[in-house]
């Protein structure tokens, strides 16, 4: 399913995702989801169908049983490379111990929350394209 990207999103997208960015992590009410959807926010509005599911009041051990690739897929075109890949589009990191992290797709790079992938001191991450595993068009 392919999103059209509202007017002015390009503005809208660092504003909503550094926003998310600043939020402490909790793995309630601040992680992955929630900056993957300040993205879609930014980029579609705020009613597209995914918000529900990546804003969820999930708990740590819910948010870690819930398969990222199959959500985003359900919303979002699944590019065929992360080279395909454009500003605000969604990205999967995947972590050491097998599960996913969710990033968003800025200027040559991808940001994202985690406790697992974050230096110390914070919980938002910063990598290079090329550590994603896997890209969705927004």
Same mark, same amino acid.
């Given at each position: ?106 200027? @040559?790079?991808?940001? @994202? ?26």
């Amino acid at each position: 399913m392919m999103s059209d990207r509202i007017k002015s999103w390009d503005l809208r997208l660092i504003k909503y995702v550094t926003a998310e960015l600043e939020k402490p992590f909790d793995w309630v009410t601040s992680n992955c989801g929630h900056l993957m959807a300040a993205s879609v926010i930014a980029c579609c509005g705020d009613e597209h169908p995914i918000l529900e599911e990546l804003t969820k009041r999930l708990t740590k051990e819910e948010m870690e049983a819930t398969n990222l690739e199959e959500v985003l897929g359900r919303y979002f075109f699944r590019l065929p490379s992360i080279l395909h890949a454009q500003r605000g589009d969604l990205m999967l990191v995947k972590r050491e111990d097998g599960l996913e992290a969710g990033c968003v797709l800025l200027d @040559g790079y991808i940001v @994202g929350k985690s406790e697992k992938l974050s230096r110390a001191g914070s919980n938002v991450f910063r990598l290079p394209i090329a550590s994603a595993a896997v890209a969705f068009r927004v």
